[in-house]
Nanobody, 125 residues
Framework: QVQLVEFGGGLVQAGGSLRLSCACS????????MGWFRQAPGKEREFVAA????????NFADSVKGRFAISRDNAKNTVYLQMNSLKPEDTAIYYC??????????????????WGQGTQVTVSS
């Protein structure tokens, strides 16, 4: 049974920073790429960032490039999303997910096999 638990969401002012964490259990964490998605009210879930199993390859949505960073600690079975220069439009529920392969840093939801429950991020203007 794979479990993903996200931490670190909250309320922050525009221009501020948050770091999200996602702890994974029940699978060989280091063998799979990981991703973050988000879903704003009334919108579809969208890709944010992904990282390969080794951490050497990353991928970001254009809307967060230069502001967000993704990293992972395979010894702690945890993936992180550092979010800087936050904007009100970043407000959403953020989900982490396990990719189906070690190397692909996919952008589609159907490329991910397991999902967490999400953590709310709210950015006030």
């Amino acid at each position: 049974q794979v479990q993903l638990v996200e931490f670190g969401g909250g309320l922050v002012q525009a221009g501020g920073s948050l770091r999200l964490s996602c702890a994974c259990s029940g699978r060989t964490f280091s063998a799979y790429a990981m991703g973050w998605f988000r879903q704003a009210p009334g919108k579809e879930r969208e890709f944010v960032a992904a990282i390969s199993s080794s951490g050497r390859t990353t991928n970001f949505a254009d809307s967060v490039k230069g502001r967000f960073a993704i990293s992972r600690d395979n010894a702690k079975n945890t993936v992180y999303l550092q979010m800087n220069s936050l904007k009100p439009e970043d407000t959403a529920i953020y989900y982490c997910a396990v990719e189906s392969t070690p190397l692909r840093v996919g952008v589609r939801m159907d490329e991910y096999a397991y999902w967490g429950q999400g953590t709310q991020v709210t950015v006030s203007s």
